[in-house]
């Protein structure tokens, strides 16, 4: 089944404290992309990669790193989380190139910051 | 830049009753447009698509209509159904070469037997 794999679902953590969000996508997609979700403002970019080895800052990026050393794989760094951090996190990938393209989101990452 | 104004929620309708979700763009060039739609607890998915002008996308009874002349892409529905409780989300793709999605802020509806 294609598929966006996030993990962990739910994060509870305390300021300071290095954490990862994981994401996988099953597609061979070359885009993917991290968002979060926030009452009132949306969705806004974090980071995005084009391919392997290619990322980029998106609307949002402060506080936040990410790799991609393989094409399925795109995680999320925080390497000293904040309470302002606390948010829903998607992680989306798709086909580059074609406009038309849809995303393809995982089920979000519930991140608490204490 | 590329933004997406969409209609102020939450929207409580009662089951049968007609949906409009009003949705306004702005970009430079000839984006595609997209409703996304986020059920309780899940991810957005794809809900419909146009893109270029006069196009009309549907899916699951859900229609919206490219209009160039208005800069608009207002989603409807003739008779929703409780199950179409969500978040909506419009957004569009700019044909720069960007893969960058632009999300309006989402509109959450709810909708009553």
């Known amino acids: 089944e294609a598929q966006v794999t996030q993990n962990p679902r739910y994060l509870i953590t305390v300021t300071g404290k290095k954490l990862t969000v994981t994401c996988s996508q099953n597609m061979n997609h070359e885009y993917m992309s991290w968002y979060r979700q926030d009452p009132g403002l949306g969705l806004r970019q974090i980071y995005y990669?084009?391919?392997?080895?290619?990322?980029d800052k998106g609307d949002v990026p402060e506080g936040y790193k990410v790799s991609r050393k393989e094409k399925r794989n795109f995680p999320l760094i925080l390497e000293s989380p904040s309470p302002n951090q606390t948010s829903l996190y998607f992680c989306?990938?798709?086909?580059?190139?074609?406009?038309?393209?849809?995303?393809?989101f995982g089920s979000g990452t519930q991140l608490s910051v204490l | 830049g590329d933004s997406v104004t969409q209609m102020e929620g939450p929207v409580t309708l009662s089951e049968e009753a007609f949906l409009t979700i009003n949705c306004t763009y702005t970009?430079?060039?000839?984006?595609?447009l997209f409703w996304y739609v986020q059920y309780p607890g899940e991810g957005l998915q794809l809900l419909l698509k146009?893109?270029?002008?006069?196009d009309k996308g549907s899916n699951k009874g859900f229609e919206a209509t490219y209009r160039k002349e208005t800069t608009s892409f207002h989603l409807e529905k003739g008779s929703v159904q409780v199950s179409d409780s969500a978040v909506y989300f419009c957004a569009l793709k700019d044909q720069g070469g960007s893969e960058k999605l632009v999300f309006g802020k989402g509109t959450k509806l709810t909708v009553n037997p």
């Open positions: 146009a893109t270029k002008a006069d």
């Open positions: 990669s084009m391919n392997v080895e290619v990322t």
């Open positions: 989306a990938s798709s086909w580059q190139g074609q406009t038309n393209e849809k995303l393809f």
């Open positions: 970009a430079t060039g000839y984006p595609s």
